[in-house]
Protein backbone atom coordinates (compact mmCIF):
# COMPACT_ATOMS: atom_id res chain seq x y z
CA UNK A 1 0.00 0.00 0.00
CA UNK A 2 1.80 3.18 -1.11
CA UNK A 3 -1.19 5.65 -0.77
CA UNK A 4 -0.03 8.59 1.60
CA UNK A 5 -3.45 10.73 2.96
CA UNK A 6 -2.86 12.02 6.44
CA UNK A 7 -1.58 9.05 8.79
CA UNK A 8 -3.21 6.09 7.39
CA UNK A 9 -0.59 3.76 7.14
CA UNK A 10 -0.16 0.40 5.32
CA UNK A 11 -2.24 -1.58 8.06
CA UNK A 12 -4.61 0.77 8.51
CA UNK A 13 -6.04 0.37 5.30
CA UNK A 14 -6.86 -3.32 6.13
CA UNK A 15 -7.79 -2.86 9.48
CA UNK A 16 -9.16 0.75 10.05
CA UNK A 17 -12.71 0.61 9.69
CA UNK A 18 -13.30 4.17 11.08
CA UNK A 19 -16.20 5.66 9.54
CA UNK A 20 -15.25 8.23 6.92
CA UNK A 21 -15.76 11.80 7.97
CA UNK A 22 -17.77 14.07 5.35
CA UNK A 23 -17.77 17.21 4.97
CA UNK A 24 -21.30 18.48 4.67
CA UNK A 25 -21.65 22.24 3.47
CA UNK A 26 -24.64 23.30 1.46
CA UNK A 27 -24.64 22.86 -1.75
CA UNK A 28 -23.19 25.92 -4.09
CA UNK A 29 -25.75 27.74 -5.77
CA UNK A 30 -26.86 26.02 -9.38
CA UNK A 31 -29.16 27.21 -11.88
CA UNK A 32 -31.26 24.11 -10.78
CA UNK A 33 -30.50 23.89 -6.90
CA UNK A 34 -29.36 20.36 -7.75
CA UNK A 35 -26.12 19.10 -6.75
CA UNK A 36 -25.06 19.60 -9.98
CA UNK A 37 -23.85 22.28 -9.43
CA UNK A 38 -22.33 22.75 -6.04
CA UNK A 39 -19.23 21.22 -4.38
CA UNK A 40 -18.23 20.75 -0.67
CA UNK A 41 -14.63 22.62 -1.60
CA UNK A 42 -12.05 21.69 -3.80
CA UNK A 43 -9.66 19.30 -3.12
CA UNK A 44 -5.54 19.78 -3.62
CA UNK A 45 -3.59 16.60 -4.78
CA UNK A 46 0.45 16.11 -4.73
CA UNK A 47 1.48 13.50 -6.71
CA UNK A 48 4.95 12.06 -5.29
CA UNK A 49 6.86 10.43 -7.97
CA UNK A 50 4.14 7.59 -8.83
CA UNK A 51 4.50 5.25 -10.89
CA UNK A 52 2.59 2.35 -12.16
CA UNK A 53 3.51 -1.12 -13.49
CA UNK A 54 1.16 -3.51 -14.90
CA UNK A 55 3.04 -6.54 -15.05
CA UNK A 56 6.58 -6.00 -16.86
CA UNK A 57 4.91 -2.72 -18.50
CA UNK A 58 5.12 1.01 -16.64
CA UNK A 59 1.88 2.59 -17.51
CA UNK A 60 3.07 5.51 -15.29
CA UNK A 61 7.14 6.61 -14.62
CA UNK A 62 7.66 9.21 -12.04
CA UNK A 63 4.97 11.02 -12.11
CA UNK A 64 5.01 14.60 -9.93
CA UNK A 65 2.52 16.82 -9.57
CA UNK A 66 0.93 19.65 -7.45
CA UNK A 67 -2.69 20.59 -8.32
CA UNK A 68 -3.73 23.60 -6.52
CA UNK A 69 -8.05 23.35 -5.28
CA UNK A 70 -10.21 24.78 -7.64
CA UNK A 71 -8.08 23.89 -11.13
CA UNK A 72 -9.46 22.48 -13.79
CA UNK A 73 -7.30 20.16 -15.56
CA UNK A 74 -7.19 18.44 -18.84
CA UNK A 75 -4.76 15.49 -19.35
CA UNK A 76 -4.17 14.71 -23.10
CA UNK A 77 -2.08 11.98 -24.83
CA UNK A 78 -2.25 9.03 -27.23
CA UNK A 79 -3.98 6.16 -26.38
CA UNK A 80 -1.75 4.15 -23.31
CA UNK A 81 -0.14 7.39 -22.00
CA UNK A 82 -1.39 6.68 -18.80
CA UNK A 83 -4.23 9.12 -18.54
CA UNK A 84 -6.83 6.70 -17.27
CA UNK A 85 -4.42 4.75 -14.80
CA UNK A 86 -3.86 8.52 -13.51
CA UNK A 87 -7.28 8.94 -12.94
CA UNK A 88 -8.03 5.21 -11.22
CA UNK A 89 -4.53 6.22 -9.05
CA UNK A 90 -6.93 9.01 -8.28
CA UNK A 91 -10.05 6.78 -7.32
CA UNK A 92 -7.92 4.96 -4.86
CA UNK A 93 -9.70 2.08 -7.95
CA UNK A 94 -5.94 1.15 -8.35
CA UNK A 95 -2.81 1.56 -6.02
CA UNK A 96 0.74 2.99 -7.51
CA UNK A 97 3.33 0.76 -7.22
CA UNK A 98 5.93 3.47 -6.18
CA UNK A 99 5.51 7.19 -4.56
CA UNK A 100 2.66 8.40 -3.02
CA UNK A 101 -0.42 10.60 -3.34
CA UNK A 102 -0.85 13.38 -1.01
CA UNK A 103 -5.06 14.81 -0.48
CA UNK A 104 -5.97 18.38 1.25
CA UNK A 105 -8.54 20.14 1.74
CA UNK A 106 -7.26 23.58 2.56
CA UNK A 107 -3.92 22.48 4.94
CA UNK A 108 -5.90 19.54 6.19
CA UNK A 109 -4.58 16.62 4.69
CA UNK A 110 -7.02 14.00 4.18
CA UNK A 111 -7.27 10.19 4.71
CA UNK A 112 -8.70 7.89 2.01
CA UNK A 113 -11.81 7.50 3.72
CA UNK A 114 -12.34 11.29 3.63
CA UNK A 115 -11.36 11.64 0.31
CA UNK A 116 -13.54 8.86 -1.43
CA UNK A 117 -16.54 10.79 -0.03
CA UNK A 118 -15.56 13.28 -1.72
CA UNK A 119 -14.43 12.25 -5.23
CA UNK A 120 -17.00 11.61 -8.35
CA UNK A 121 -15.81 10.19 -11.50
CA UNK A 122 -17.11 9.68 -14.60
CA UNK A 123 -15.44 7.20 -16.37
CA UNK A 124 -15.06 4.87 -19.87
CA UNK A 125 -18.27 2.91 -19.09
CA UNK A 126 -21.07 4.42 -17.61
CA UNK A 127 -20.60 2.84 -14.18
CA UNK A 128 -24.53 2.38 -13.85
CA UNK A 129 -26.71 -0.86 -13.54
CA UNK A 130 -29.08 -1.28 -16.72
CA UNK A 131 -31.66 -2.83 -14.54
CA UNK A 132 -32.16 -0.90 -12.77
CA UNK A 133 -34.09 2.11 -13.37
CA UNK A 134 -32.16 5.69 -13.73
CA UNK A 135 -33.71 7.04 -10.31
CA UNK A 136 -32.72 3.40 -8.54
CA UNK A 137 -29.62 3.72 -9.83
CA UNK A 138 -29.13 7.19 -8.19
CA UNK A 139 -31.11 6.53 -5.00
CA UNK A 140 -28.69 3.47 -4.74
CA UNK A 141 -25.44 5.48 -4.91
CA UNK A 142 -26.82 8.45 -2.81
CA UNK A 143 -27.55 5.83 -0.14
CA UNK A 144 -23.79 4.20 -0.69
CA UNK A 145 -22.61 7.72 0.03
CA UNK A 146 -24.77 8.38 2.61
CA UNK A 147 -26.76 11.46 1.65
CA UNK A 148 -29.44 12.76 2.92
CA UNK A 149 -32.74 12.31 1.57
CA UNK A 150 -31.57 10.02 -1.31
CA UNK A 151 -34.88 10.53 -3.43
CA UNK A 152 -34.90 14.22 -3.33
CA UNK A 153 -31.01 14.35 -4.12
CA UNK A 154 -31.96 12.16 -7.35
CA UNK A 155 -34.37 14.21 -8.78
CA UNK A 156 -32.44 17.41 -8.03
CA UNK A 157 -29.61 15.48 -9.97
CA UNK A 158 -31.74 14.28 -13.09
CA UNK A 159 -33.37 17.27 -13.36
CA UNK A 160 -30.36 19.25 -14.97
CA UNK A 161 -29.03 16.04 -16.91
CA UNK A 162 -32.71 16.34 -18.49
CA UNK A 163 -33.60 12.92 -17.66
CA UNK A 164 -36.62 13.76 -15.10
CA UNK A 165 -39.11 12.48 -17.67
CA UNK A 166 -37.56 8.93 -17.68
CA UNK A 167 -36.41 8.62 -14.45
CA UNK A 168 -38.60 5.50 -13.88
CA UNK A 169 -37.73 3.63 -16.82
CA UNK A 170 -34.58 1.00 -17.22
CA UNK A 171 -31.31 2.07 -18.47
CA UNK A 172 -31.29 -0.71 -20.39
CA UNK A 173 -33.83 1.17 -22.83
CA UNK A 174 -31.30 4.43 -23.12
CA UNK A 175 -29.52 5.50 -25.77
CA UNK A 176 -25.99 5.41 -25.28
CA UNK A 177 -25.93 9.72 -24.58
CA UNK A 178 -28.54 9.26 -21.83
CA UNK A 179 -26.52 6.38 -20.46
CA UNK A 180 -23.32 9.07 -19.92
CA UNK A 181 -26.06 11.70 -18.46
CA UNK A 182 -26.97 10.06 -15.94
CA UNK A 183 -23.52 9.09 -15.12
CA UNK A 184 -22.72 12.77 -15.23
CA UNK A 185 -25.82 13.21 -12.27
CA UNK A 186 -24.13 9.91 -10.55
CA UNK A 187 -21.04 11.72 -10.59
CA UNK A 188 -22.51 14.84 -9.62
CA UNK A 189 -24.70 13.63 -6.88
CA UNK A 190 -22.47 13.78 -3.71
CA UNK A 191 -21.49 17.30 -4.82
CA UNK A 192 -17.83 16.28 -5.21
CA UNK A 193 -14.82 18.29 -4.25
CA UNK A 194 -12.52 16.31 -6.86
CA UNK A 195 -14.15 15.63 -10.07
CA UNK A 196 -12.70 12.86 -12.46
CA UNK A 197 -13.58 12.49 -15.80
CA UNK A 198 -12.23 10.03 -18.09
CA UNK A 199 -13.43 11.02 -21.78
CA UNK A 200 -17.05 12.07 -20.11
CA UNK A 201 -18.16 14.18 -23.44
CA UNK A 202 -17.99 9.58 -25.30
CA UNK A 203 -21.80 9.51 -26.70
CA UNK A 204 -22.84 12.80 -25.96
CA UNK A 205 -24.39 14.83 -28.37
CA UNK A 206 -23.69 18.69 -29.28
CA UNK A 207 -26.16 19.66 -27.12
CA UNK A 208 -25.08 17.21 -24.17
CA UNK A 209 -21.20 18.08 -24.64
CA UNK A 210 -22.32 21.95 -24.74
CA UNK A 211 -23.98 21.36 -21.27
CA UNK A 212 -21.14 19.26 -19.95
CA UNK A 213 -18.75 21.89 -20.54
CA UNK A 214 -20.89 24.57 -19.24
CA UNK A 215 -21.08 22.24 -15.64
CA UNK A 216 -17.44 21.94 -15.60
CA UNK A 217 -17.23 25.35 -15.73
CA UNK A 218 -19.71 25.81 -12.83
CA UNK A 219 -17.97 23.57 -11.02
CA UNK A 220 -14.77 24.84 -11.02
CA UNK A 221 -16.23 28.44 -10.45
CA UNK A 222 -17.72 27.12 -7.38
CA UNK A 223 -14.20 25.75 -6.44
CA UNK A 224 -14.54 21.98 -7.01
CA UNK A 225 -11.12 20.79 -8.53
CA UNK A 226 -11.57 18.44 -11.97
CA UNK A 227 -9.35 16.22 -13.41
CA UNK A 228 -10.31 15.09 -16.59
CA UNK A 229 -8.88 13.16 -19.84
CA UNK A 230 -9.70 14.40 -22.94
CA UNK A 231 -8.74 14.28 -26.99
CA UNK A 232 -9.13 16.33 -29.69
CA UNK A 233 -11.64 19.66 -29.01
CA UNK A 234 -14.57 19.79 -27.63
CA UNK A 235 -16.90 21.72 -25.38
CA UNK A 236 -15.52 20.53 -22.40
CA UNK A 237 -12.41 21.94 -22.64
CA UNK A 238 -13.67 25.45 -22.38
CA UNK A 239 -13.07 25.55 -18.54
CA UNK A 240 -9.43 23.99 -18.35
CA UNK A 241 -7.07 25.70 -16.41
CA UNK A 242 -4.04 23.45 -16.64
CA UNK A 243 -3.05 21.42 -19.87
CA UNK A 244 -0.66 18.08 -19.16
CA UNK A 245 0.45 16.00 -21.84
CA UNK A 246 1.32 12.49 -20.89
CA UNK A 247 3.37 10.21 -23.07
CA UNK A 248 4.47 6.61 -22.03
CA UNK A 249 3.54 7.15 -18.93
CA UNK A 250 5.67 10.66 -18.05
CA UNK A 251 5.03 13.90 -18.10
CA UNK A 252 6.33 15.72 -20.99
CA UNK A 253 4.43 19.40 -21.00
CA UNK A 254 2.46 21.21 -18.39
CA UNK A 255 1.18 24.50 -19.16
CA UNK A 256 1.21 24.88 -15.22
CA UNK A 257 -1.09 26.57 -12.83
CA UNK A 258 -0.53 29.91 -14.59
CA UNK A 259 0.13 29.20 -17.54
CA UNK A 260 -1.48 29.09 -20.91
CA UNK A 261 -3.24 25.17 -21.26
CA UNK A 262 -4.74 26.46 -24.84
CA UNK A 263 -1.02 25.51 -26.95
CA UNK A 264 -1.19 22.20 -25.18
CA UNK A 265 -5.07 21.44 -26.13
CA UNK A 266 -4.54 22.62 -29.53
CA UNK A 267 -1.28 20.50 -30.50
CA UNK A 268 -3.29 17.78 -28.74
CA UNK A 269 -6.25 18.08 -31.69
CA UNK A 270 -4.07 18.63 -33.95
CA UNK A 271 -1.85 15.56 -33.99
CA UNK A 272 -4.85 13.34 -33.11
CA UNK A 273 -6.67 14.72 -36.49
CA UNK A 274 -3.40 14.19 -38.14
CA UNK A 275 -3.31 10.50 -36.96
CA UNK A 276 -6.79 10.46 -37.48
CA UNK A 277 -6.34 11.46 -41.20
CA UNK A 278 -3.27 9.27 -41.42
CA UNK A 279 -5.68 5.63 -41.05
CA UNK B 1 -21.77 4.46 6.04
CA UNK B 2 -21.56 1.75 8.62
CA UNK B 3 -20.27 -1.82 7.50
CA UNK B 4 -24.16 -2.77 8.02
CA UNK B 5 -26.04 -0.40 6.22
CA UNK B 6 -23.54 -0.69 3.35
CA UNK B 7 -24.28 -4.53 3.59
CA UNK B 8 -28.24 -3.72 3.51
CA UNK B 9 -27.97 -1.49 0.94
CA UNK B 10 -26.35 -3.80 -1.47
CA UNK B 11 -28.35 -6.96 -0.74
CA UNK B 12 -31.79 -4.84 -1.72
CA UNK B 13 -29.70 -3.72 -5.02
CA UNK B 14 -28.90 -7.48 -5.72
CA UNK B 15 -32.46 -8.72 -4.75
CA UNK B 16 -33.75 -6.24 -6.76
CA UNK B 17 -32.31 -6.92 -9.34
CA UNK B 18 -32.30 -10.68 -9.67
CA UNK B 19 -36.11 -10.35 -8.77
CA UNK B 20 -36.49 -7.90 -11.97
CA UNK B 21 -34.58 -10.27 -14.57
CA UNK B 22 -35.27 -13.82 -12.98
CA UNK B 23 -32.05 -14.88 -15.03
CA UNK B 24 -30.45 -16.73 -12.29
CA UNK B 25 -33.34 -18.41 -10.19
CA UNK B 26 -35.37 -19.66 -12.95
CA UNK B 27 -32.40 -20.90 -14.58
CA UNK B 28 -31.02 -22.54 -11.40
CA UNK B 29 -34.42 -23.77 -10.29
CA UNK B 30 -34.72 -25.88 -13.11
CA UNK B 31 -31.54 -27.03 -13.69
CA UNK B 32 -31.41 -28.91 -10.16
CA UNK B 33 -34.93 -29.89 -10.32
CA UNK B 34 -33.83 -31.75 -13.53
CA UNK B 35 -30.66 -33.20 -11.97
CA UNK B 36 -32.98 -34.60 -8.48
CA UNK B 37 -35.98 -36.32 -10.59
CA UNK B 38 -32.85 -37.86 -13.13
CA UNK B 39 -31.31 -39.37 -9.95
CA UNK B 40 -34.33 -40.94 -8.70
CA UNK B 41 -34.14 -43.03 -11.36
CA UNK B 42 -30.97 -44.52 -10.64
CA UNK B 43 -31.89 -46.26 -7.51
CA UNK B 44 -35.02 -47.65 -5.86
CA UNK B 45 -36.07 -44.84 -3.94
CA UNK B 46 -37.12 -47.31 -0.58
CA UNK B 47 -36.78 -45.63 2.89
CA UNK B 48 -33.57 -47.22 3.52
CA UNK B 49 -31.51 -46.74 0.27
CA UNK B 50 -32.70 -42.94 -0.04
CA UNK B 51 -31.57 -42.66 3.60
CA UNK B 52 -28.43 -43.70 2.40
CA UNK B 53 -27.93 -41.61 -0.72
CA UNK B 54 -30.28 -38.92 -0.95
CA UNK B 55 -27.97 -36.33 1.68
CA UNK B 56 -25.45 -36.78 -0.88
CA UNK B 57 -27.29 -36.16 -3.78
CA UNK B 58 -29.41 -33.24 -2.15
CA UNK B 59 -25.81 -31.50 -1.26
CA UNK B 60 -24.42 -32.58 -5.08
CA UNK B 61 -27.46 -30.88 -6.39
CA UNK B 62 -27.02 -27.74 -4.43
CA UNK B 63 -23.58 -27.42 -5.09
CA UNK B 64 -24.47 -27.37 -9.07
CA UNK B 65 -27.47 -24.42 -7.93
CA UNK B 66 -24.33 -23.03 -6.24
CA UNK B 67 -21.98 -23.42 -9.18
CA UNK B 68 -24.99 -22.07 -11.60
CA UNK B 69 -25.36 -19.27 -9.04
CA UNK B 70 -22.12 -18.05 -7.96
CA UNK B 71 -20.50 -17.60 -11.58
CA UNK B 72 -22.63 -14.39 -12.43
CA UNK B 73 -22.32 -12.28 -8.59
CA UNK B 74 -19.48 -10.83 -10.26
CA UNK B 75 -19.45 -10.87 -13.63
CA UNK B 76 -22.65 -8.97 -13.24
CA UNK B 77 -20.57 -5.83 -12.15
CA UNK B 78 -18.63 -5.81 -15.36
CA UNK B 79 -21.24 -4.97 -17.97
CA UNK B 80 -20.70 -1.70 -17.61
CA UNK B 81 -17.92 -0.98 -14.63
CA UNK B 82 -20.65 -0.78 -11.71
CA UNK B 83 -17.80 -2.67 -9.51
CA UNK B 84 -15.40 0.42 -10.11
CA UNK B 85 -19.01 2.33 -8.47
CA UNK B 86 -19.38 0.30 -6.13
CA UNK B 87 -15.61 1.17 -5.31
CA UNK B 88 -15.76 4.72 -5.17
CA UNK B 89 -18.16 4.52 -2.85
CA UNK B 90 -17.21 5.66 0.80
CA UNK B 91 -17.80 2.31 2.07
CA UNK B 92 -16.07 -0.63 3.80
CA UNK B 93 -14.90 -2.83 0.68
CA UNK B 94 -15.92 -6.06 2.48
CA UNK B 95 -19.90 -4.72 2.55
CA UNK B 96 -19.93 -5.44 -1.43
CA UNK B 97 -18.97 -8.88 -0.73
CA UNK B 98 -20.83 -9.09 2.02
CA UNK B 99 -24.23 -7.81 0.29
CA UNK B 100 -23.09 -10.12 -2.53
CA UNK B 101 -22.73 -13.00 0.08
CA UNK B 102 -26.11 -12.33 1.50
CA UNK B 103 -27.74 -12.50 -1.85
CA UNK B 104 -26.43 -15.50 -2.87
CA UNK B 105 -27.23 -16.75 0.89
CA UNK B 106 -30.76 -15.84 -0.29
CA UNK B 107 -31.22 -17.12 -3.49
CA UNK B 108 -29.51 -20.78 -2.77
CA UNK B 109 -31.51 -20.78 0.21
CA UNK B 110 -34.51 -20.11 -1.64
CA UNK B 111 -33.70 -22.79 -4.40
CA UNK B 112 -33.48 -25.15 -1.64
CA UNK B 113 -36.89 -24.60 -0.08
CA UNK B 114 -38.17 -24.89 -3.30
CA UNK B 115 -36.27 -28.75 -3.77
CA UNK B 116 -37.11 -30.02 -0.36
CA UNK B 117 -40.65 -31.19 -1.03
CA UNK B 118 -39.78 -32.41 -4.27
CA UNK B 119 -36.68 -34.69 -2.83
CA UNK B 120 -39.15 -35.59 -0.16
CA UNK B 121 -41.49 -36.96 -2.56
CA UNK B 122 -39.32 -38.29 -5.06
CA UNK B 123 -36.79 -39.90 -2.60
CA UNK B 124 -39.64 -41.27 0.16
CA UNK B 125 -38.07 -39.25 3.04
CA UNK B 126 -40.20 -37.87 5.58
CA UNK B 127 -38.52 -34.53 5.96
CA UNK B 128 -41.43 -32.34 7.97
CA UNK B 129 -40.58 -34.20 11.69
CA UNK B 130 -36.70 -33.06 11.05
CA UNK B 131 -37.30 -29.86 9.48
CA UNK B 132 -35.74 -27.50 12.42
CA UNK B 133 -32.51 -29.58 12.35
CA UNK B 134 -32.16 -29.97 8.72
CA UNK B 135 -33.05 -26.46 7.99
CA UNK B 136 -30.28 -25.56 10.72
CA UNK B 137 -27.61 -27.86 8.59
CA UNK B 138 -28.95 -26.23 5.34
CA UNK B 139 -28.50 -22.83 6.69
CA UNK B 140 -24.61 -23.24 8.11
CA UNK B 141 -23.53 -25.43 4.74
CA UNK B 142 -25.18 -22.72 2.42
CA UNK B 143 -23.54 -19.47 4.60
CA UNK B 144 -20.20 -21.91 3.51
CA UNK B 145 -21.20 -22.11 -0.07
CA UNK B 146 -22.44 -18.30 -0.54
CA UNK B 147 -18.95 -17.05 1.14
CA UNK B 148 -16.40 -19.16 -0.51
CA UNK B 149 -18.29 -18.67 -3.88
CA UNK B 150 -19.09 -14.85 -3.68
CA UNK B 151 -15.42 -14.36 -2.84
CA UNK B 152 -13.97 -16.76 -5.55
CA UNK B 153 -15.90 -15.11 -7.73
CA UNK B 154 -14.58 -11.98 -6.95
CA UNK B 155 -11.09 -13.32 -7.92
CA UNK B 156 -12.46 -14.93 -10.68
CA UNK B 157 -14.01 -12.22 -12.58
CA UNK B 158 -10.73 -10.32 -13.00
CA UNK B 159 -8.97 -13.42 -14.77
CA UNK B 160 -9.33 -14.39 -18.16
CA UNK B 161 -10.52 -18.32 -17.96
CA UNK B 162 -12.58 -17.18 -15.87
CA UNK B 163 -15.37 -19.59 -16.36
CA UNK B 164 -12.96 -22.38 -16.06
CA UNK B 165 -11.10 -20.90 -12.81
CA UNK B 166 -14.07 -20.29 -10.56
CA UNK B 167 -14.61 -24.55 -10.15
CA UNK B 168 -11.12 -25.00 -10.53
CA UNK B 169 -10.68 -22.92 -6.62
CA UNK B 170 -13.95 -23.46 -5.79
CA UNK B 171 -14.31 -27.37 -5.27
CA UNK B 172 -11.48 -28.12 -3.10
CA UNK B 173 -12.19 -25.67 -0.78
CA UNK B 174 -15.75 -26.20 -0.83
CA UNK B 175 -15.59 -29.92 -0.48
CA UNK B 176 -15.17 -30.25 3.88
CA UNK B 177 -18.28 -27.91 3.77
CA UNK B 178 -19.65 -30.56 1.22
CA UNK B 179 -18.52 -33.87 2.81
CA UNK B 180 -19.47 -31.91 6.57
CA UNK B 181 -23.18 -30.73 5.69
CA UNK B 182 -23.60 -34.44 3.87
CA UNK B 183 -22.80 -35.87 7.03
CA UNK B 184 -25.14 -33.85 9.37
CA UNK B 185 -27.94 -34.38 6.78
CA UNK B 186 -27.57 -37.88 6.91
CA UNK B 187 -27.60 -38.06 10.49
CA UNK B 188 -30.55 -36.16 10.35
CA UNK B 189 -32.64 -38.42 7.91
CA UNK B 190 -31.21 -41.46 9.72
CA UNK B 191 -34.23 -43.61 11.94
CA UNK B 192 -33.70 -42.53 14.80
CA UNK B 193 -32.89 -38.90 13.65
CA UNK B 194 -29.57 -37.86 15.17
CA UNK B 195 -28.02 -34.14 15.13
CA UNK B 196 -24.48 -34.44 15.07
CA UNK B 197 -23.00 -31.37 16.74
CA UNK B 198 -19.71 -32.32 15.61
CA UNK B 199 -20.10 -31.57 11.70
CA UNK B 200 -22.64 -28.80 13.41
CA UNK B 201 -19.72 -27.33 14.80
CA UNK B 202 -17.34 -27.52 11.97
CA UNK B 203 -19.58 -26.04 9.92
CA UNK B 204 -20.04 -23.05 12.04
CA UNK B 205 -15.92 -22.59 12.51
CA UNK B 206 -15.58 -23.21 8.51
CA UNK B 207 -18.29 -20.23 8.01
CA UNK B 208 -16.96 -17.44 10.87
CA UNK B 209 -13.10 -18.72 9.36
CA UNK B 210 -14.10 -17.95 5.67
CA UNK B 211 -16.10 -14.64 6.87
CA UNK B 212 -13.15 -13.51 8.69
CA UNK B 213 -10.32 -14.24 6.33
CA UNK B 214 -12.78 -12.43 3.39
CA UNK B 215 -13.25 -9.53 5.60
CA UNK B 216 -9.50 -8.98 6.30
CA UNK B 217 -8.66 -9.42 2.33
CA UNK B 218 -11.84 -8.22 0.88
CA UNK B 219 -10.14 -4.70 0.01
CA UNK B 220 -7.32 -6.95 -2.28
CA UNK B 221 -9.83 -9.10 -3.83
CA UNK B 222 -11.57 -6.51 -5.20
CA UNK B 223 -8.71 -4.41 -6.53
CA UNK B 224 -7.90 -4.14 -10.38
Not at chain 1, 179 to 192: E, K, N, V
Request: aromatic content about 6%.
Amino acid sequence: MRWSAGARSNCCAIWSRAEPSRVSTPLASSPNGGPSGGTTGGLRIQFHEVEKRYGMRLALRGVSLDIAAGECVALVGHNGSGKTTLLKIVAQLTQPSGGKIEFHAGRDPLSLEQVKSRVGMVGHHTLVYEELTAEENLIFFAKLFGLENPAEKTRQALQPVGLSGRATDLVRTFSRGMRQRLSIARALLSSPGLLLLDEAGTGLDPEGQHWLGATIKRLRDSGCTILMSTHGRNETQGAVTRAIRLDGGKITQDSGASGNPREILVMAAVRESGEEGEQ
Amino acid sequence: MTLIRATGVILSKELRTEFRSRELLGTTVVFVLIVIVLFSFTFNPTSSESRRFGPGLLWLAFLFAGSLMLQSSFLREQTNDTLAALRLAPIDPFSILAGKMAANFLFLLLVEVILLPVFAVLYNVAILPVLAPLLLVLALGTIGIAATGTVFSAVAAQARLRELLLPLLLLPVLAPVLIASTEATIGILRDPSELSLVWLTFLACFDVVFLTAAWMVGEYLLEE
